[in-house]
Each structure stands twice: as C-alpha cells, then as structure tokens.
C-alpha cells in the first residue's frame, strides 16, 4: 500500500509534519485528510490560529508534492473565521461597569425563567449571572461563583478540563462553540444527584454600538449521552462569523 506523507502549512508559524500514513491511492489520501480538517480547525482555533489560512500538503514516500489541500476549500468561512476589528470590547475601569450592567439587564429578561441552565459572562471569562435552573442543577451557589472564571467553578480535571478550556476558548475567538456529552453532575427527574451530560452552546452578545456585552452559555443536563459519551468540542453549524 503507498506511503503519503503530510504536512500542515501555517503562514508565519513552523511547519508541522504529521506521521507518514498509508492509504490505497491520493484520492483516498484526500478524503482522509478532508475528514481530519474540522478536528484540526478547532484547535487551530482554540489556540487562537486561523485556521482558514492554513494548507495540508500531500506528498508520496519519496517527498514529491503531490495536492494541497486548503482548509478554506473544506470550512465555511462564516463559522470558522476568526473574529476581530469591528466588534471591539468596551474599554476602561467605568465603561467594564457600564458593559457588565448592560448586560446582566438583558440577560435577567431574557433567561432568567428558562428551564435550562444559563450563566452570563464577561469577554474575560468571569462569571456575572446564573439562572436558578443553572445553579440548581449544577450544584453551585450563584453568589459564591459570582466574578469568578468559569474555568474555576467546576470540579474537573484532565480530559474532562480540557475539553472544557477548549469549548470556551473557541468561545472568546468569536465563534459558537458547542460541548456536547461533557460529564458532570446532574439532578434526574426524582431531584437526585447522578451522573450524567451536559450539552452546552455559547453566544457572544453586543450592545447597540456592536460592542461585546459578555458571553451567554446556554447548558442542557441529561441522564442519557448524547453522543454515546464521547465528548465533543466543535463549532455549531450555521454560526455567524
């Protein structure tokens, strides 16, 4: 079976070599590496890459070029675009109150009664409003975790974590991130506490002026997977750029 080398192009950055692997024939080598590019979007993306700039590189066993393959060719550009320039944070010790004002208000109308679980946060990742469904269900004290990172309020660790590091950090890139099968807590349907899932979307919000307010995640508990247990971490279809 031939023998194709890849390497991943990123403009600016050292060039990465993935593994050499073995596939019947270049076309089956292309729809392989068409597969893999989502996955490896995401993390170009969490990692604060753009990944719509970045090239994988076919080559035979011998290191001849055979296709490039651009990941603009495969990704739609809306969803996967970094987001930067014209929706700017607010700036400034008096203009942060304003902002985080602005938002809680909007937040308390819109997610306050929701029978799902919904936390506002800042552009930096701080923890200003949880709605009682939220706090409820994932076992938290809503004034206790108030200004505190998101990052902090769970008891996670390893994969778990990072998973959960990654899904909010495509969040601050811009994009609607989704968690799907993230373990954690829950309350089954007689109020006690189980194991179980959590499915999570975030949004970012903007003022009048299209100015970031903060982030809304919007989490969902179940007692069955979703996604057979297998946790993922990607960009929601149809998210706008």
């Known amino acids: 079976m031939p023998v194709f080398k890849l390497r991943l192009n990123r403009p600016g950055a050292t060039q990465r070599n993935d593994p050499d692997m073995d596939f019947h024939d270049l076309h089956h080598a292309y729809i392989e ?3 893999a590019i989502p996955g490896m979007a995401c993390d170009l ?3 604060g890459d753009d990944p719509m700039v970045c090239t994988y590189v076919i080559y035979d066993s011998k290191g001849r070029h055979l296709m490039d393959v651009p990941f603009v060719d495969i990704l739609s550009p809306s969803e996967w675009r970094l987001r930067r320039a014209t929706r700017k944070p607010h700036s400034g010790v008096r203009s942060a109150q304003v902002r985080d004002d602005l938002a809680a208000g909007s937040f308390r109308r819109m997610f306050s009664a929701v029978n799902v679980g919904c936390v506002l946060l800042t552009p930096e990742l701080q923890v200003k409003e ?4 939220g706090a409820r269900h994932s076992h938290v004290d809503a004034e206790a975790i108030r200004d505190t990172s998101i990052l902090d309020v769970f008891d996670l660790h390893g994969k778990p974590k990072e998973n959960f590091a990654k899904f909010w950090a495509l969040s601050q890139r ?3 991130a989704e968690l799907i099968d993230m373990p954690y807590l829950v309350l089954d349907e007689a109020g006690q506490t189980v194991n179980g899932w959590w499915n999570a979307r975030v949004w970012p919000i903007f003022d009048d002026d299209e100015r970031l307010l903060g982030l809304v995640e919007w989490a969902e508990p179940f007692t069955r ?3 057979k247990g297998n946790t993922l971490v990607r960009i929601s279809p149809g998210s706008a750029g």
């Open 174 to 176: 811009g994009a609607t």
């Open 225 to 227: 997977p979703s996604a």
């Open 130 to 133: 949880i709605n009682d469904f």
């Open 45 to 47: 993306l969490a990692a």
């Open 33 to 35: 590496v068409c597969k």
